[in-house]
């Protein structure tokens, strides 16, 4: 089984600072075709920003996106993965906790950021693999 901290490996992601504006980050998510953002203050990760919090945080709640920071609206209750989980196991993770997102972290350091869609994707690949060592053994096995 594969760990998430080999699935991050060479990963690209982005992070927003608590500082930054709504309409900032919003812009640089659709720009990036992103769907959520970890946020961080001095190098820690402290929320994440999510389009979720863009529609009840701030739109319902009619907040202007101009003048309201990310730390007014971000989601500040973590659920985070350790990179030596298994895939398996952060897909569980979010199904309880109904997150798409996810920090991976190294202690207590952001080491990278997953959707449900990455991790989707390589639990597919794990099980077409499986599939093709049976097929594997069924048929080419003396």
């Known amino acids: 089984m594969r760990t998430v901290g080999e699935l991050i490996q060479g990963q690209a992601y982005y992070t927003a600072n608590s500082d930054q504006s709504v309409y900032e980050i919003a812009r640089y998510m659709a720009e990036k075709d992103i769907g959520a953002v970890p946020i961080l203050q001095d190098n820690r ?4 920003f999510s389009e979720r919090d863009i529609i009840k945080r701030v739109i319902v709640a009619g907040k202007d996106v101009r003048t309201t920071s990310l730390k007014e609206v971000m989601t500040t209750e973590l659920v985070v993965a350790q990179s030596t989980e298994e895939v398996t196991q952060v897909l569980e993770k979010m199904q309880k906790n109904r997150c798409r997102h996810m920090p991976v972290v190294i202690g207590d350091r952001l080491a990278g950021f997953l959707s449900l869609r990455d991790l989707l994707s390589a639990d597919l690949e794990e099980k ?6 049976l097929n594997t053994y069924v048929y080419y096995s003396p």
């Open 45 to 48: 990760l402290v929320g994440i």
């Open 128 to 133: 077409d693999a499986q599939v093709q060592q």
